[in-house]
T-cell receptor, first 113, second 116 residues
Framework: SQKIEQNSEALNIQEGKTATLTCNYTNYSPAYLQWYRQDPGRGPVFLLLIRENEKEKRKERLKVTFDTTLKQSLFHITASQPADSATYLCALDIGQAGTALIFGKGTTLSVSS | GAVVSQHPSRVICKSGTSVKIECRSLDFQATTMFWYRQFPKQSLMLMATSNEGSKATYEQGVEKDKFLINHASLTLSTLTVTSAHPEDSSFYIC????????????FGPGTRLTVL
């Protein structure tokens, strides 16, 4: 079965630095990879999506890459701020409407000032 | 747009009672809704897929008689935890599928269930 791993449970960085989070998956490449932010006691909030035929996607200070050879996606937050502190989840999406996403455990990012 | 609400946000109940959690898509119609459960520091685990007008599809290991799902309309799905026990205490999250250009899913804010 498809598995998804987010290598770091926790990541601590200084304000202003770039945070890089890793998501690896096994077996087949999904049609999309989605990234979400989850704050404590709240539901996930969609951030970015990248398609399997895209190498990179950007949105403001966020950047996502997708390497189907390595079966890996990297999520970058540049010029990080304390407000970026949260848990970030990656999710596999086979691209069919009405199918569930498969989530990783998440990486909890702490940005200190 | 694309807001999903859940009610209640928190519930505390006694062991043996039943609890109903509602999930509503406020500004779009969702033919499919999903129910997840999340334990502390763990991933979201899919419990069931709920399609409007038909029976829910449960994931392996999820008791369908214990977690009753009803998707009565295109904007409402309910999860009822029957005869709740302390081990059912968890964070329950629903998502609704809009499914336009990709598998768009919008998540509710979650319901914290504590069973005493």
């Amino acid at each position: 079965s498809q598995k998804i791993e987010q290598n770091s449970e926790a990541l601590n960085i200084q304000e202003g630095k770039t945070a890089t989070l890793t998501c690896n998956y096994t077996n087949y490449s999904p049609a999309y990879l989605q990234w979400y932010r989850q704050d404590p006691g709240r539901g996930p909030v969609f951030l970015l999506l990248i398609r399997e035929n895209e190498k990179e996607k950007r949105k403001e200070r966020l950047k996502v890459t997708f390497d189907t050879t390595l079966k890996q996606s990297l999520f970058h937050i540049t010029a990080s701020q304390p407000a970026d502190s949260a848990t970030y989840l990656c999710a596999l999406d086979i691209g069919q409407a009405g199918t569930a996403l498969i989530f990783g455990k998440g990486t909890t990012l702490s940005v200190s000032s | 747009g694309a807001v999903v609400s859940q009610h209640p946000s928190r519930v505390i109940c006694k062991s043996g009672t039943s609890v109903k959690i509602e999930c509503r898509s406020l500004d779009f119609q969702a033919t499919t809704m999903f129910w997840y459960r999340q334990f502390p520091k763990q991933s979201l685990m899919l419990m069931a897929t709920s399609n409007e007008g038909s029976k829910a599809t449960y994931e392996q290991g999820v008791e369908k008689d214990k977690f009753l799902i009803n998707h009565a309309s295109l904007t409402l799905s309910t999860l009822t935890v029957t005869s709740a026990h302390p081990e059912d205490s968890s964070f329950y999250i629903c998502s609704a599928n809009r499914g336009r250009t990709y598998n768009e899913q919008f998540f509710g804010p979650g319901t914290r269930l504590t069973v005493l």
